[in-house]
């Protein structure tokens, strides 16, 4: 567990460094460590390390893992919501960083209003077109923005993208420029603040801080690899 430790320092060193060649302070990015399919020790090593929001993908996990952790952990939710799952959500996570479809934020509005919460959320955006990927893709936000954003209960702080798999971390620049510049179009053009951008991860989130992100999503370069067996029995429980 203290490599736990050390690699939180490393990754929050280099979370530094590329904030200052960015011309940024380090403080304005915020550090969410992906626990998925880690085990409840490893998520207490990082808090004793000082880690506060962890980043879980799979609600039964989350429902599972949750109650066993001190109260001061945050939670975002980082992975793909299932609709029949979004009631059980939302009283875990203080923001979910994957809203995919107008038809998902619809039904989390109306649970929330159910429940009597507000919601914090980030639309996903699939800059790159890629068609095993999920998101909204940018022409079909624009249409539909206007209708997100009267959605009472939800709040959307900003956007948030998986580029594709490269083999170099470079390739990724690109695309972290384009969801840079669209959520700067769409806070002008709809008198919005979206200060939230979530993109960058263990491979890229250096790229990503250069390029403006507020939010990284670090997981293997803090926990390390998840086994295969690990994630297989995970997701037949799901």
Same mark, same amino acid.
């Given at each position: ?12 060193? #280099?979370?530094?460094? &590329? ?28 808090? +004793? ?13 989350? /429902? ?8 001061? &952990? ?16 939302? @009283?875990?996570? #203080?923001? =979910? ?8 934020? /619809?039904?989390?509005?109306?649970? &929330? ?24 893709? @940018? +022409? ?70 250069? #390029? ?10 803090? =926990?390390?690899?998840?086994? @295969?067996?690990?994630?297989?029995? #995970?997701?037949? &429980?799901?």
């Amino acid at each position: 567990m203290e490599k736990i430790a050390e690699n939180l320092k490393r990754v929050r060193a #280099e979370i530094s460094d &590329a904030a200052e060649k960015g011309g940024r302070a380090p403080g304005d990015i915020e550090l969410i460590a992906i626990s998925k399919t880690h085990e409840t020790e490893k998520v207490r090593a990082a808090l +004793d390390a000082g880690q506060q929001i962890f980043g879980e993908s799979r609600v039964q996990e989350a /429902r599972a893992k949750i109650p066993l952790l001190p109260s001061s &952990a945050r939670w975002h939710f980082v992975g793909r919501l299932q609709k029949n799952k979004v009631r059980h959500a939302l @009283p875990l996570f #203080e923001l =979910f960083h994957s809203i995919d479809s107008i038809e998902l934020a /619809r039904e989390m509005d109306r649970i &929330a209003g159910e429940e009597g919460l507000r919601v914090r959320v980030l639309l996903e955006v699939n800059v790159a077109g890629e068609g095993s990927k999920i998101g909204f893709a @940018p +022409d079909s936000l624009r249409t539909q923005m206007e209708s997100l954003l009267e959605l009472p209960r939800l709040t959307i702080e900003g956007l948030m993208t998986i580029p594709p798999l490269a083999p170099e971390a470079e390739a990724s620049r690109r695309y972290f420029i384009a969801l840079r510049e669209l959520r700067d179009q769409f806070a002008a053009q709809f008198q919005v603040n979206l200060p939230q951008l979530s993109m960058g991860m263990s491979g890229d989130f250096a790229l990503a801080i250069e #390029e403006g992100a507020t939010l990284v999503r670090v997981g293997t370069a803090i =926990f390390g690899k998840r086994t @295969p067996a690990r994630l297989v029995s #995970e997701n037949a &429980a799901e």
